[in-house]
């Protein structure tokens, strides 16, 4: 159980300071403040821990079980957690989801989006690199 807590929390760590590092809106890339980053890192690092802690640890508990291994199950299932999060999130704040043409610019899918998926699915390979490739591994041993 520690292997996996700490994998848990390396990985969410890693995916609030990604999402941190990378300025939204793009056109505010020429002021990069360091303090900002580590705030928002912080801030994120306990929203991400909470709110996607149920998907994710269903989806270990999963890997856990049935001994994947594999580090694509593992992008795979933080691609879909970050994709979901990211649509719920413009459901929310951005008046729904509305993906015409006139409209796509305006609210900024890429900008929004982009960020917040790329992170969430990098950050599955430091999950891996820590916990998910010995998933399983206490069954073997019995």
């Known amino acids: 159980m520690g292997r996996i807590l700490k994998g848990y929390s390396l990985m969410i760590l890693a995916a ?3 999402r941190a590092a990378i300025p939204y809106p793009a056109s505010s890339w020429g002021s990069y403040n360091i303090f900002g980053v580590v705030f928002q890192t ?3 690092f306990f929203m991400y821990y909470f709110v996607a802690a149920i998907p994710i ?5 999963l890997a856990e079980w049935l001994t994947i291994r594999s580090k694509y199950y593992y992008l795979a299932v933080n691609l879909v957690v970050s994709l979901f999060f990211t649509m719920w999130f ?5 008046n729904g989801i509305n993906f015409s043409p ?8 890429i ?4 960020p917040i998926v790329s992170s969430g699915t990098l950050s599955a390979l430091f999950y891996w690199f820590i916990s998910g490739r010995y998933a399983g591994g206490q069954w073997q041993k019995l």
Request: neutral net charge.
């Open 42 to 44: 912080i801030v994120l």
């Open 90 to 94: 413009f459901a929310s704040f951005k």
């Open 57 to 61: 640890f269903s989806a270990i508990a």
């Open 16 to 18: 609030a300071a990604l």
């Open 111 to 114: 900008e929004g989006g982009l």
């Open 102 to 109: 006139a409209n796509f610019n305006n609210f900024g899918y």
